[in-house]
Antibody, heavy 122, light 110 residues
Framework: EVQLVESGGGLVQPGGSLRLSCAVSGFILSDHYMDWVRQAPGKGLEWVGRSKNEANSYTTQYAASVKGRFTISRDDSTNSLYLQMNSLATEDTAVYYC?????????????WGQGTLVTVSS | QSVVTQPPSASGTPGQRVTISCSGSNSNIGSNNIYWYQQLPGTAPKLLIYKNDQRPSGVPDRFSGSKSGTSASLAISGLRSEDEADYYCSTWDNSLTGRVFGGGTKLTVL
């Protein structure tokens, strides 16, 4: 059974940093693209970025709104995906989801975690 | 504002058929597959339709998708109270080099 479990959310001050984790099981992490998607309170879904798989050199891509501030990384040996968030602003307040396709050959998000809430406030 | 546009709300009575539209451009819907997600309050999104018109296992055939040019739509027939949720279209945008989501449509079952 595929499982994705996010952690690391919490309250952080504007300008601060936070690292989110996504623990995965039920599939080989190195084979899969992994995305981060966020949802501000009462708002819609917003793509944050993704890490391609090992076959694609773990290349990362980011939304313009987070590029240069957020970094996606992974540790395949511990089945973990990370989202390092720096220079946080109030508009980064959201539930952050990690998600992945159903198989390495697909490009759409099928499996999702339950999300972790990040609140940026003074 | 998202580059793909959905109506903010839709509604219908039980048993009715409702459609939700998703409009984009040549750089997104016009050249890539469209996906639809259902999100119930407090839960993660659930895939309803993939590759424009395909249903994952377990999704009732009351849900159907279509795409034409730079627009797509999700149809829900035989509307049920449990269909009350937020619905999002999603695709890839070649110009932005990123995944995009529509702004979401809140479906109310009257």
């Amino acid at each position: 059974e595929v499982q994705l479990v996010e952690s690391g959310g919490g309250l952080v001050q504007p300008g601060g940093s936070l690292r989110l984790s996504c623990a995965v099981s039920g599939f080989i992490l190195s084979d899969h693209y992994m995305d981060w998607v966020r949802q501000a309170p009462g708002k819609g879904l917003e793509w944050v970025g993704r890490s391609k798989n090992e076959a694609n050199s773990y290349t990362t891509q980011y939304a313009a709104s987070v590029k240069g501030r957020f970094t996606i990384s992974r540790d395949d040996s511990t089945n973990s995906l990370y989202l390092q968030m720096n220079s946080l602003a109030t508009e980064d307040t959201a539930v952050y989801y990690c998600a992945t396709p159903p198989s390495p050959s697909e490009g759409y998000l099928y499996y999702w975690g339950q999300g972790t809430l990040v609140t940026v406030s003074s | 504002q998202s580059v793909v546009t959905q109506p903010p709300s839709a509604s219908g009575t039980p048993g009715q058929r409702v459609t939700i539209s998703c409009s984009g451009s040549n750089s997104n819907i016009g050249s890539n597959n469209i996906y639809w997600y259902q999100q119930l309050p407090g839960t993660a999104p659930k895939l309803l339709i993939y590759k424009n018109d395909q249903r994952p296992s377990g999704v009732p055939d009351r849900f159907s998708g279509s795409k034409s040019g730079t627009s797509a739509s999700l149809a829900i027939s035989g509307l049920r109270s449990e269909d009350e949720a937020d619905y999002y279209c999603s695709t890839w945008d070649n110009s932005l080099t990123g995944r995009v989501f529509g702004g979401g449509t809140k479906l109310t079952v009257l």
